[in-house]
């Protein structure tokens, strides 16, 4: 499924965001990409998380110069959304600057992701706009969740 740009949004099931909220989501991805604070790795990016209540988190990646310490924008958008109280979400959009190919999000929050189910959309991003569309369980197939905690 590809859109972005001012083509239509593709169709998505209920609950899933389509038209213009689809596109506040897709900016507000953009706008917290020019926020990130990467001087060691001249990668900004950025992501907007749409909880199930229909609000919108932004988060970009923040370094640090003892690399490890350095967090995600995905994990900065989750980590906002949780500390609000929300802990259903139904989509992420992740915006960076790369050129031809979609940007993906690194397993740490692919995992962080999962935390909060398998059953919602990540819209992967290029540069000029353009995105595809995953659900949550296609970027980590045979995860480990919170349930498998219960199963010993």
Request: aromatic share 8%.
């Amino acid at each position: 499924m590809e859109g972005g740009g001012q083509r239509p949004a593709p169709a998505a099931p209920p609950g899933q965001p389509q038209g213009e909220r689809l596109q506040l989501l897709l900016r507000r991805s953009r706008e917290a990409k020019n926020c990130a604070y990467c001087p060691y790795s001249r990668f900004p990016v950025g992501a907007a998380l749409l909880t199930a209540g229909g609000e919108i988190f932004s988060g970009c990646n923040v370094e640090n110069a003892c690399y490890s310490l350095g967090v995600c924008a995905e994990r900065t958008a989750i980590q906002k959304a949780i500390s609000e109280g929300h802990t259903s979400f139904r989509a992420m959009a992740i915006t960076s600057d790369m050129g031809e190919s979609f940007i993906v999000p690194c397993g740490a929050c692919r995992q962080v992701m999962r935390e909060f189910g398998t059953d919602w959309d990540i819209y992967l991003t290029k540069a000029d706009g353009t995105y595809i569309v995953k659900r949550l369980e296609e970027l980590l197939p045979l995860s480990f969740g919170p349930e498998d905690l219960k199963k010993v």
